[in-house]
């Protein structure tokens, strides 16, 4: 078996799961001129949450760091875990409530893993100023064996 919600899964369903609280139902007692709190808030998480993806699917925009316990597991079970990582589809409002893809907990080959998107300025010394901007928001992913948390 490797990582649940993966398409290297057996007997998964290949179904993505979507979080409806992105979903902004219409406010009929505003004005259609300018965009509600809500539906702002709604556009930066989705932001965020690209932008996540972008960093676990594609390697792309941010740093990827695995810990030693990952590592020292061998290339081809490094190459599995990852690939996991990158087809999870299994968030759900329980494992992402706030709907921004930013980390989950899978077993990949009997090995417990965990996976987490941490948002740090540009010095990488402090928090992000806002992880919905990519100019002033280093992306890391650490992967790490579970037992290492």
């Not at 369903?13 to 409806?20: A, G, H, W």
């Not at 702002?40 to 989705?46: G, M």
């Not at 941490?118 to 650490?142: C, E, Q």
Request: proline share 5%; glycine share 4%.
């Amino acid at each position: 078996m490797t990582g649940e919600h993966s398409k290297f899964a057996h007997n998964q369903p290949q179904s993505d799961i979507q979080n409806k609280a992105d979903q902004v139902p219409n406010d009929k007692s505003s004005d259609n001129s300018a965009p509600s709190a809500k539906a702002l808030a709604s556009e930066r998480t989705k932001r965020i949450r690209e932008l996540n993806d972008r960093l676990r699917i594609e390697g792309m925009g941010g740093m990827v760091c695995m810990t030693n316990g990952v590592a020292s597991l061998g290339l081809s079970t490094v190459n599995v875990i990852f690939a996991c990582i990158a087809d999870f589809t299994g968030f759900t409002p329980d494992n992402d409530p706030w709907n921004e893809h930013d980390c989950a907990a899978m077993t990949v080959l009997d090995h417990k893993i965990i996976w987490k998107i941490d948002y740090y300025d540009r010095t990488r010394s402090y928090h992000s100023p806002d992880p919905a901007d990519p100019k002033v928001t280093v992306r890391v992913m650490t992967v790490m064996l579970a037992e290492e948390y």
